[in-house]
């Protein structure tokens, strides 16, 4: 059985994230590739957060929240309008990307991967908490990719 990965051509595993796809930059996705997707997923979902936001924001920051992901797809390009899945709400209040924007040092983002056995009925106002919540239970396999990101 193949492991489910996630990878970026744009950095490696625990390298720096290009400034590029900061918030206040260009703000845009950095591109990913998927591999080793389950035979039985029914679809994927991506959610990138920052655990080192707690101390400023008193909460992990989310930075990206999609879901119903084909299983199929084998790269997320950059600056992915989402097309064929669907957004969910960050914790900039916004639908879709919000690049990294540490205020006060280096953070570290999660980017998780998760394959799932269902498609799910979800609204564009879900956020990661209900995403997680909704694939409780459905996950086949999961992967995470970190890249850090300084101000």
Known sequence: ???LT????????????PDEYGYTERN?????RISGVPEETETLALVI????????????WD?????????EREKIPEGWDADDAVEGRNDYGERGY???????????????????????????RT?????????????????TLEGTYAP
């Open 1 to 3: 059985m193949t492991q």
């Open 6 to 17: 996630i990878s970026s051509p744009a950095f490696r595993d625990g390298e720096p994230i």
């Open 28 to 32: 845009v996705n950095p591109p990913f």
């Open 49 to 60: 957060d920052d655990p080192d936001a707690v101390e400023p924001a008193g909460k992990v």
């Open 63 to 71: 930075h990206w929240v999609v879901w119903n992901v084909p299983p």
């Open 98 to 124: 919000g690049g990294p924007n540490p205020p006060d040092r280096e953070h570290t983002y999660r980017i998780h991967l998760y394959a799932a056995d269902t498609e799910l009925e979800l609204g564009r």
């Open 127 to 143: 956020d990661a908490d209900d995403l997680r919540d909704a694939l409780e239970g459905h996950v086949i396999d999961e992967a």
